[in-house]
């Protein structure tokens, strides 16, 4: 088939486009299609008019029209639309209900067969409440999310949460579809090396959870084991790694935050093995596999909250994957992607005693430990490979087409 995927902006800063589509993109390639991937980059603008070929995908970033807002958005919803007609697609694949992609669908969606992509809950109690936006934008945000999952040929969703949301609107229950994340074998890093302290990992944006109480959960960890070291990668959208290192500091913890050094061969500079925390930074193509490596255990603290239930987190995929166990609290698709007592262990939401005693009981043991870092690599490899998951995609687009032609 030819498929033209849209997306409500380009691939940076945010990771949808780069972390979900791409990656399915390759798959579906090497399945035998041909695929266009359409960028909006307002966030992006030095990514305007930019195109080119990766993994056999073609990617566009379309040009970025000047104008007032208000005209601005109807001109790029336009070039996209435009962009969509030239390409002739058999299937348009629009990449969330919402902003540029859910604009297209709504202007395209008599012409051709659309499927829409959902990998959060966008309306009350998701992104609405956490995103910085008007009233105004919500309510239209909101409402672009209900038409397009209601209106679309067919639905991929990321999460369990999000596919029971999506059957609540009504229509077939098949014509939803069950498409988590997932991983590409080349992008899995080595195992971690066998030397050094005790390390647990947190790898976060640091919004799905209260820092207060990942602070309690780290320092009893410590208090109990003195010789474990914290390593945290991440940064938030308020500063609260800022306010992490500030209370390990008042803690009296040896606290190292300088940057790091760049590339697997500056190791011994970038991994301070004295540091009770190391903060490195946000991690960098560089700097990321080496705290990877470094870990023994990963924490995944989730609130249980209606947008941690919908999320499918890719960071977590990328811990399995490299052969890092994880605790995690047992909500929505963690509770999904953990294999209790083989690739980690599962908590009872907000129960910080026991996610305590889940990362003692799991550092306790070096040589169950090795087992599920290899266990752990094998399950994310089997069950959340790209090219095993483009087929589900591919059940979705050939469903969309049958009910169009009906």
Sequence with gaps: MNIVMVGPFGLQPRMTMRMRALPLARALVRRGHAITVLLPPWQNPEDAGRCWDEGGVRIENVALPRGVPGWFQTRLTAH????????APDVIHAFKPKAYAGLVHLVLARRYPVVVDTDDWEGPGGWNALGEYSRAFQRFFAWQERWGLTHAGAVTVASRALQT????????PERVAYLPNGIEPQAVEPLRRGEGRPTVLLY??????NLDRVWRILHAVRT????????????GFAGEEAQLLQAARRAGWDVSDAPSARGPEARAAADPEQADLWYPGFGTPEILPICLAAADVAIYPFDDTLLNRTKCPVKLLELLAAGVPVVGDAVGQIAEVVVEGETGHLVRPGDEGAFVEAVLDLLADPTRLARMRLAARADVASRYAWDRLAGTADEAYQYAIRRRSA
């Design 80 to 87: 996209l639309a435009q962009r969509v007609r030239q390409l």
């Design 165 to 172: 949301l999506a059957w609540s609107m009504g229509g077939p």
């Design 204 to 209: 976060t944006r640091f919004f799905e959870f």
């Design 224 to 235: 109990r084991r003195p010789d474990v070291r914290v390593l945290v990668v991440g940064k």
